[in-house]
């Protein structure tokens, strides 16, 4: 019995400590990408043709498994085929989903939707909780800026990821777009 308790605090330490080196590495991954965007040379992308509904879900399940908020995804189609940077859009999806829990309301479900249009597709992701200030949501896409989080005493934020968000989308062809406030929440 003493040794599967052991073996159990054992594999939990485990998972934790792994779970820390991935954010340490894609921490340092996004900003060497920021600092190479800003500094003009741009950003490394690997397109390839694929089925982008297997990925989202993957993101999904695997950010169910480390927070323990609400996650709904609902989707168009079970295949969207495109042309994606797969591991690109993982990493925007890590930081949408990692910012509506950080700044969301626990209460309430974070919403995940994949909606394909055929000619493009699109990604929302939605929390509930206080609104970015309208003054404000202009500056949030800038590098290294983190003053919209001066409201939130508690969250840890460097103001790199959702630059690199931006430039994901841009590389995509797209655009990103923000609707916020504290009746109906905040929606990239």
Do not use: C
Request: glycine share 8%; hydrophobic share 35%; proline share 1%.
């Amino acid at each position: 019995m003493e040794k599967d308790k052991t073996s159990h605090l054992v594999e939990k330490n485990r998972m934790h400590a792994r779970r820390s080196l991935i954010k340490s590495v894609g921490l340092i991954e996004e900003l060497m990408n920021g600092i190479a965007v800003r500094s003009g040379q741009g950003m490394l992308m690997n397109f390839t043709e694929t089925n982008i509904v297997e990925h989202v879900n993957l993101v999904i399940e695997e950010s169910k498994e480390i927070y323990n908020n609400e996650i709904r995804f609902t989707k168009s189609s079970e295949n969207i085929e495109g042309v994606f940077d797969i591991i690109a859009i993982r990493r925007l999806l890590e930081n949408l989903i990692g910012n509506a829990i950080k700044y969301g309301d626990y209460n309430k479900p974070i919403t995940v939707e994949l909606l394909d249009y055929f000619e493009h597709i699109e990604i929302r992701v939605h929390n509930y909780g206080k609104g970015i200030q309208e003054e404000k949501q202009h500056m949030i896409f800038n590098f290294l800026n983190s003053h919209h989080n001066k409201e939130y005493q508690l969250v840890d934020s460097w103001g790199m990821g959702l630059t690199q968000v931006q430039m994901v989308v841009e590389a995509h062809g797209g655009n990103i777009e923000l609707e916020s406030s504290d009746e109906q929440g905040t929606r990239f």
